[in-house]
């Protein structure tokens, strides 16, 4: 059976500037991918041309199997692509609960033509996401209110909603202390496994990427130079030299 993403010889130049070059690589689901790679290196450019935000000059997306190299972001979404944006796109004055439930109910209609109100239909379900992601004890709070390291989990919250098959999170711990760092990818890493979504970030903090990655893909200079395990990954003399500066 194919991996459930396959992207094979991404490239894309703006202008002059080669962002990423010839990189393929592949995401079977209920696993985790961390790519690294210095500022610059293309990975957002990446994440952008695999969410269907920027057209490649060349090369394939295909989610499980089915080319949706250059659908645009809307279609890409739809197909099971999620990803995790800054929470300022939630509205600060709603509670916790409801930015869940309305990213529930838009799922349902676009996935079932549902036509229900949000109040008590998608409520279960949404305190069900919210107990998964550690915020139960903050459903009735407004987002406003809440802690930068919640904000971040309610990023996942509401991605979640979508039932998304593969979670694109670039650059999601941006921000955060160390102990929230890790506990967020903890977190991310057991819902990957729990719901058999693949998920693939960008983190800086290597003591995360070696801890909750299955595999870590290097970039640097929009070429992939690496690609194994995190033990294989760490241990490789090109990424030693390019990436940790040795
Ligand atoms: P990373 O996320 O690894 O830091 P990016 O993908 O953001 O790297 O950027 C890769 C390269 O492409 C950089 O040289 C950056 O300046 C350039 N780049 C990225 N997006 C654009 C854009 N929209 N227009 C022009 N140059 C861009
Ligand atoms: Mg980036």
Known sequence: ??????????SKSFGGVEAVRGVSFELDAGRILA?????GAGKSTCFNMLNGQITPDAGRVRLGGIDITGLGPAAVWRLGV???FQITATFASMKVREN???ALLSFRRRAFSFRGFAGAACRGEADRLLALTGLADQADRPCGELAYGDLKRLELAVALANNPRLLLMDEPTAGMAARERAA???LAAAVAREKNVAVLFTEHDMDVVFEHADAVM???RGERI??????EVRRDPRVRAVYLGE
């Open 1 to 10: 059976m194919s991996a459930l993403l396959q992207a094979e010889g991404l």
């Open 35 to 39: 790519m690294i790679g210095p500022n």
């Open 82 to 84: 999620g990803r995790t």
């Open 100 to 102: 869940v439930q309305v």
């Open 184 to 186: 967020l990818m903890r």
């Open 218 to 220: 290097v970039l640097d």
């Open 226 to 231: 690496a690609f194994g395990t995190p033990q």
